[in-house]
C-alpha cells in the first residue's frame, strides 16, 4: 500500500506530521493493505491561519484494486483529528463495500440470507 500526502499552501507537511500520517493510516487500514494500491491523502486548512471549529480538512482517495476510488473526508479543529477521523470513515467504507462483496459471491443468484434460510 502506497501513501501519497498533498496539502494545500496553508499545511505545512512536515517529517512528523508525515509519521503521523503513515502511523495511522497503516494502523488503521492495515488489514485491507493486499486489496490497496493507493491511498493519497489530501490535507488542507479552510481558514488559513485562522482558528475555527472543523477547519482543518482531511481527503483520503483509497485505490482499490479491481473496483473505482473510494473518497471519504474527515473535518476537525487540528489536522491529527482530520487524519484519524478520515482513515476511521474509510474503514467503515471499505468494510461495508468488501461485506457487500462477499456477499454477492456467496448469494449469487440475488437471493438474501433470510431467503436462502426459508
Not at 33 to 56: C, F, P, Y
Not at 58 to 73: D, H
Request: hydrophobic share 35%; with cysteine; aromatic share 6%.
Amino acid at each position: 500500500m502506497q501513501i501519497q500526502i498533498n496539502s494545500d499552501k496553508n499545511v505545512t507537511v512536515h517529517h512528523k506530521l508525515s509519521h503521523f500520517v503513515e502511523a495511522e493510516l497503516h494502523r488503521v487500514l492495515d488489514r485491507f493493505g493486499t486489496q490497496l494500491t493507493r491511498i493519497e491523502v489530501h490535507l488542507s486548512d479552510e481558514n488559513a491561519s485562522k482558528n475555527g471549529m472543523h477547519d482543518k480538512r482531511c481527503k483520503l482517495e483509497a485505490r482499490v484494486r479491481g473496483l473505482q476510488p473510494m473518497v471519504v473526508t474527515g473535518a476537525a479543529s487540528n489536522t491529527q483529528q482530520s487524519i484519524s477521523g478520515a482513515a476511521e470513515k474509510m474503514k467503515r467504507q471499505l468494510e461495508a463495500t468488501f461485506g457487500r462483496l462477499a456477499d454477492r459471491r456467496f448469494y449469487p443468484s440475488g437471493l438474501t440470507y433470510s431467503e436462502s434460510v426459508n
